[in-house]
């Protein structure tokens, strides 16, 4: 019999998973694999303890829909052996197997299995409402108001996110972009004004209901079927405006489910048809068009399974077959390939900002799926962990001190983040988490102002079914020995040094990055970058401001090497443009990072970016940059090139402030603290320093009404190798902090020793060789 035909598997799509490397993480395994069509292909699944798959021990799973597969079963310890075929067309023809691949299951692994479709929601019920309380819970709920009209901060859920729409004129239909291009201001606004109507009809609808109060069902149904006249395939249609439809889509499910008992025959089957047509048009997206399991990196479409499909499908389920079919797909990917954007340690390649979007909606839905269906999928490793990624890399009080697009860039850490954080607080106990979120509340004041936060989520909603579902956590601050000194995130390729997280005004974070992500999506071309942050100031910051995805700010600088604290060598940086494959191509790696305690203490990170810029420098044979962060107090960079011609180096940073230049210094004067940077050593000779404060190719009228930045260039003379040492010192202002070094310079390498105020010293050697 032949083999069956298998695709490569490149960095974009899905692996053949679990095999021979495979490290598991939970029990049981989940089995992935590239579709050997395009169309659409069932499959055969077997596993077994023995290569040989003899009958009476093996396990054939028939007729899987899609090539992922979560048993619902879990595995002895052990090692097994897998395969896969093409479902015949007709019983007892003969397909070839796949490869057979191997793996180990260990002991002691997390418990995930997945119940199987046949009796997946059996135990679910046909009544509404589903989404978040059930006809009991809503009974109980009822109970415990009429008691505490404060219950779970119901009071200022009615004062501030249900009354203000009793009295507010119904949102207008979004009209259409000018000669129907898109117009950023345009297409926010139009998310908005949908984002108001979810508002208006979930709200409404879920307090008239708890409440019994029928002129507020009234208006709830009033706003309900005033959007279901809007064309689903108009303005708020999936490929018009996809935030728009997301909203919509929500808004429906939301109004559907908990007004269901409140509509007309009439009203609930056309209320019903638009709610499945607009959830059609994801489902259609996500599964045949945009195929997330094939390749999973969409950041839109994978999100929408949270936004849309989860709370749609949640309310059809029992009345329309294909909204199961949809839920299904939605759980199974959860179950198997989510996240794509990290993995054991909980990072998230994208940064805060999507993290914190992405797992809004992840939470919601999860929270939804396991209310509903019992199905717990918070049990799995990743959401275990994620809590940390905000933790170390965009902790409270911090400002331009972290990675990726960023609607938020300039501003501390938002509230959603801390809101999201509390939610792993309160599944897993974690006071560091409550302590996270607790810090974002006490800053962040006026977050309703924000479009970041209007125009996404309710706080008082969330506080709501938060406060009703989870129970309370104490918070513990993050002291010396309660945190990571040095975090390495591995399955993103960042990592976060910390000095006093628990006091803002002591506090120094280092952030370095060089990941296998690339740039692809919302991720920049930043692999060997770094951040710094000290005692409340920005030193070495994220630069540039928040315009709009795909503005000139965003594709020309943001996304640049030349905006990150990084190297351009002959003044080109590392491939940011709209290939994809190249993105991911153009990545980094972390090839060690460590903490020790040694000598008043070491943090170490050594990251190679040379891939990165491959495309853009052929002749770059090697790009290492090392990190150190010496006694908690100062910052020593070592960057290794080696080039097959002759090249030119500029070494940049970026700041807040004007900078202060000498022949091989540089001093940041911030408002709360300064930092003394210094080129110790440099293989080519002396380097030439020079600043400015543009935005590079970047539209003026963008720029309207933002401050201008500081960007540092030094710049070396024409070598084949470079070796550049920098020291940085950050300290607080009106404080000196001193940092003396000594170099022995010998034929094989420089060894340096730097000391500081206190008398200690530490040691580098920097290699000549390659």
């Known amino acids: 019999m032949n083999k069956l035909f298998e695709p490569l598997s490149?960095?974009?799509?899905?692996?053949?998973?679990?095999n021979e490397q495979t490290m598991l993480l939970e029990n049981p395994p989940r089995f992935t694999w590239m579709p050997a069509r395009l169309d659409d292909d069932r499959y055969v699944l077997q596993y077994a303890m023995t290569d040989s798959f003899d009958e009476e021990q093996t396990v054939t799973v028939q007729s899987i829909p899609?090539?992922?597969?979560?048993?619902?079963?879990?595995?002895?310890?052990?090692?097994?052996?897998?395969?896969?075929?093409?479902?015949p067309e007709v019983e007892g023809a003969q397909i070839g197997w796949s490869e057979t691949r191997s793996f180990i299951v260990p002991e002691q692994l997390p418990k995930t299995p997945l119940r199987a479709r046949a009796d997946r929601y059996a135990e679910t019920t046909a009544a509404h409402p589903r989404l978040w309380l059930g006809p009991e819970q809503l009974s109980a709920f009822r109970s415990e108001l009429a008691k505490d009209e404060a219950y779970c901060g119901w009071d200022a859920f009615y004062e501030q996110s249900v009354k203000p729409w009793l009295c507010r004129e119904l949102v207008a239909e979004p009209e259409r972009y000018p000669d129907n291009k898109r117009v950023a201001k345009l297409w926010r606004k139009m998310y908005m004004d949908c984002q108001e109507t979810l508002y208006a009809i979930r709200h409404l609808s879920v307090a008239g209901v708890i409440m019994q109060d029928e002129e507020m069902i009234e208006k709830a149904k009033s706003w309900l079927l005033h959007v279901i006249r809007w064309d689903t395939e108009g303005t708020t249609s999936r490929d018009y405006n996809d935030e728009a439809a997301f909203r919509i889509a929500g808004a429906v499910a939301w109004g559907y489910d908990w007004l269901h008992g409140y509509l007309s025959d009439e009203e609930r089957e056309a209320v019903r048809a638009n709610l499945f047509r607009r959830t059609?048009?994801?489902?259609?997206?996500?599964?045949?068009?945009?195929?997330?399991?094939?390749?999973?990196?969409?950041?839109?479409?994978?999100?929408?399974?949270?936004?849309?499909?989860?709370?749609?499908?949640?309310?059809?389920?029992?009345?329309?077959?294909?909204?199961?079919?949809?839920?299904?797909?939605?759980?199974?990917?959860?179950?198997?390939?989510y996240s794509p954007w990290g993995g054991e340690d909980g990072g998230w390649a994208e940064g805060p900002l999507y993290w914190t979007t992405g797992l809004a909606f992840v939470i919601d839905a999860i929270n939804l799926i396991r209310g509903y269906t019992a199905i717990d999928l918070f049990k799995r490793p990743f959401f275990a962990k994620t809590g940390d990624f905000p933790l170390y890399c965009a902790s409270p009080g911090t400002i331009r001190a972290s990675f990726g697009d960023q609607s938020f860039l300039g501003e501390p850490t938002s509230l959603k983040?801390?809101?999201?954080?509390?939610?792993?607080?309160?599944?897993?106990?974690?006071?560091?988490?409550?302590?996270?979120?607790?810090?974002?509340?006490?800053?962040?004041?006026?977050?309703?102002?924000?479009?970041?936060?209007?125009?996404?989520?309710?706080?008082?909603?969330?506080?709501?079914?938060?406060?009703?579902?989870?129970?309370?956590?104490?918070?513990?601050?993050?002291?010396?020995g309660a945190i990571a000194p040095v975090k390495w995130f591995r399955d993103i390729g960042w990592v976060a040094m910390h000095h006093r997280m628990d006091d803002p005004q002591e506090h120094i974070m280092l952030l370095a990055k060089s990941s296998r992500y690339g740039s692809i999506s919302h991720s920049h071309g930043d692999?060997?970058?770094?951040?710094?942050?000290?005692?409340?100031?920005?030193?070495?910051?994220?630069?540039?401001?928040?315009?709009?995805?795909?503005?000139?700010?965003?594709?020309?600088?943001?996304?640049?090497?030349?905006?990150?604290?990084?190297?351009l060598i002959d003044g080109l940086g590392q491939y940011a443009g709209k290939n994809k494959v190249q993105c991911m191509e153009a990545s980094g790696n972390i090839e060690d990072a460590y903490y020790s305690a040694e000598g008043g203490g070491r943090g170490f990170a050594r990251m190679n970016a040379t891939a990165a810029y491959k495309a853009n420098v052929p002749y770059l044979e090697r790009y290492i940059r090392e990190l150190y962060f010496f006694n908690q107090g100062y910052v020593v960079i070592v960057?290794?090139?080696?080039?097959?011609?002759?090249?030119?180096?500029?070494?940049?940073?970026?700041?807040?402030?004007?900078?202060?230049?000498?022949?091989?210094?540089?001093?940041?004067?911030?408002?709360?603290?300064?930092?003394?940077?210094?080129?110790?050593?440099?293989?080519?000779?002396?380097?030439?320093?020079t600043q400015h404060d543009q935005f590079t190719d970047v539209d003026p009228v963008e720029l309207e009404g933002l401050d201008n930045q500081w960007h540092l260039s030094a710049s070396t003379n024409a070598a084949t190798s470079h070796r550049i040492v920098t020291l940085l010192v950050p300290m607080k202002k009106g404080e000196e902090k001193y940092v003396s070094y000594f170099l022995d310079d010998q034929d094989h390498g420089v060894h340096i020793y730097f000391t500081n105020e206190h008398g200690i010293t530490q040691k580098i050697e920097v290699s000549k060789a390659y």
């Not at 005692?535 to 990150?564: C, D, K």
């Open 66 to 87: 899609y090539n992922l597969y979560t048993p619902d079963h879990l595995f002895a310890p052990g090692r097994y052996y897998w395969r896969y075929s093409l479902q």
């Open 417 to 480: 983040t801390g809101f999201n954080v509390r939610q792993f607080a309160g599944l897993s106990g974690n006071g560091l988490y409550q302590w996270f979120y607790e810090q974002t509340a006490a800053a962040d004041k006026d977050a309703d102002s924000k479009f970041y936060n209007y125009g996404w989520w309710d706080f008082r909603f969330d506080e709501l079914l938060y406060r009703h579902d989870y129970p309370a956590v104490e918070a513990i601050a993050p002291a010396e």
């Open 639 to 689: 960057d290794y090139v080696d080039l097959s011609q002759p090249g030119k180096l500029d070494w940049l940073m970026h700041t807040m402030y004007e900078m202060k230049l000498s022949e091989h210094t540089f001093r940041v004067r911030g408002k709360a603290a300064d930092m003394d940077g210094r080129f110790v050593y440099c293989s080519s000779g002396s380097m030439t320093l």
């Open 280 to 337: 059609e048009q994801v489902a259609q997206h996500v599964i045949d068009r945009s195929k997330i399991h094939h390749v999973p990196y969409d950041s839109h479409a994978v999100r929408s399974l949270s936004s849309v499909l989860t709370p749609a499908c949640i309310a059809l389920l029992h009345e329309e077959p294909r909204a199961q079919e949809w839920l299904d797909y939605t759980l199974e990917y959860y179950s198997c390939l």
């Open 10 to 18: 490149g960095k974009l799509s899905v692996p053949y998973e679990p």
């Open 527 to 567: 692999q060997n970058g770094f951040l710094l942050h000290a005692y409340g100031e920005p030193l070495a910051i994220e630069s540039g401001h928040y315009v709009a995805f795909g503005s000139t700010m965003h594709m020309n600088w943001r996304r640049q090497t030349r905006s990150t604290n990084n190297l």
